[in-house]
């Protein structure tokens, strides 16, 4: 079997924190298991933690946030591997310094295409900053990230998108021929089968009053708490058995402001804060429903949404502009057509009647999830060049 010699070229790689520096490690990892080389390329970590190389996985610190000493020193360092060369970049326009206009670090990505003749690749886990704006001068920045997107688009051999809905962004920018790939981003969350602990969460938010449970992960922003703290009022309202599991960064403030003056609501609401991923993982089992609403919709690229999946939980969600087809083909989720709180209220309500439906949700959503959104359907895809268009 032929071993394929990967270089991940990233913005942020652990001991940094981040959705792409997780996905990077995890990618890393999982590309190893199936016996290839991996060479990870990040900016520098904070004094006393780079130890992250192993015998399977070479992680190289350059100087800087990929500035001109940076590109000579990834150069020739690159220059130096063995033949032929697989370059994955995992791009995020303001990952690679130069406030987020780092347009030299795109043309370098070109060269590296057209003419030392890589395997380069572009996982496009963001596109580009978006026009009218406030301030106005944020429309410089704009309009840099299109033509980084165009530089990159140019002469790479393959363009992978996180949601479908990158690829309708990124097609004006790229040559005709130019070939996207769905990628979804698997969750960072993996189960933990530890039924003592999921128990033990579960106490804590029903404590003697049993009842059903309500979740929520993320990491409580001000769009999706926007969107899910109407949801949350209405649950509260009209479902006294209902207890709330908030589960997430954010989540402490979140309470405070959902529960507000009523006072009599804080006792059946648990907000977790950041927690390790094996006790999210038994926060979630310890749901019978979580309810995940985004203004743009159900996507591959939502990770909170992948976690609730991968951990056997049923979901409500909504669809929106980015929603892929695939999450209308099986019945792996609950879809309301838009963001409504009253229509996700309502679905959490038919959920939480319904023992046969929450049961069909979960086994389906994991099943959904091991066929098209796990780390081995990624692995799957970059190795063997299929995937979906």
């Known amino acids: 079997m032929t071993t394929t010699h990967w270089h991940l070229v990233t913005g942020e790689y652990p001991p940094q924190g981040g959705g792409v520096s997780d ?30 190389t192993t015998a399977d996985i070479r992680v190289h610190r350059l100087p800087d946030v990929f500035g001109e000493s940076s590109l000579r020193e990834l150069t020739a360092a690159l220059d130096e591997c063995p033949e032929p060369r697989t370059l994955l970049v995992q791009y995020v326009p303001h990952a690679f310094g130069g406030r987020g206009m780092n347009v030299r670090f795109c043309r370098w990505v070109q060269h590296r295409a057209r003419v030392t003749g890589d395997d380069v690749r572009v996982m496009f886990h963001e596109p580009y900053y978006p026009f009218g704006v406030w301030p106005p001068h944020r429309n410089v920045l704009a309009l840099a990230n299109r033509i980084m997107a165009v530089l990159l688009l140019s002469d790479i051999r393959l363009a992978y998108v996180s949601t479908r809905a990158w690829e309708h962004r990124l097609r004006w920018y790229a040559p005709r021929n130019r070939r996207f790939v ?3 981003i698997p969750a960072s969350v993996p189960p933990v089968q530890d039924s003592a602990r999921v128990a033990e969460w579960r106490a804590r938010m029903t404590s003697a009053t049993g009842g059903h ?43 405070s402001r959902l529960c507000g003056t009523h006072r009599e609501w804080r006792e059946r609401v648990t907000a977790t804060g950041r927690l390790a991923a094996s006790d999210v993982s038994a926060c979630l089992k310890a749901c019978d429903v979580v309810v995940q609403p ?41 879809l309301t057509s838009r963001a409504d709180p009253r229509a996700l209220c309502d679905a959490v309500e038919r959920v939480l009647d319904d023992d046969a439906l929450r049961e069909g949700l979960a086994a389906a959503g994991a099943t959904l999830y091991a066929e ?18």
């Open 182 to 184: 769905w990628l979804p």
């Open 372 to 389: 098209r959104f796990s780390i081995e359907h990624t692995v799957e895809t970059l190795t063997t060049g299929r995937g979906a268009a």
């Open 213 to 255: 449970v309500v979740g929520h992960f993320g990491t409580f922003g001000a769009l999706v708490s926007a969107l899910l703290g109407p949801i949350l009022e209405l649950l509260l309202k009209e479902q006294p058995a209902v207890r709330l599991c908030l589960i997430g960064p954010g989540s402490d403030a979140f309470a």
């Open 294 to 334: 985004y203004a743009d919709g159900a996507s591959g690229r939502r990770t909170t949404l992948m976690a609730a999946l991968v951990n056997g939980v049923a979901t409500v969600t909504n669809r929106g502009a980015a929603t892929e087809d695939d999450w209308l083909a099986k019945d792996a989720v609950v």
């Open 23 to 52: 996905y990077t490690a995890s990618l890393a990892r999982a590309l190893t298991a199936v016996g290839d080389d991996v060479h990870v390329w990040a900016p520098p970590a904070a004094m006393g933690t780079d130890v992250e």
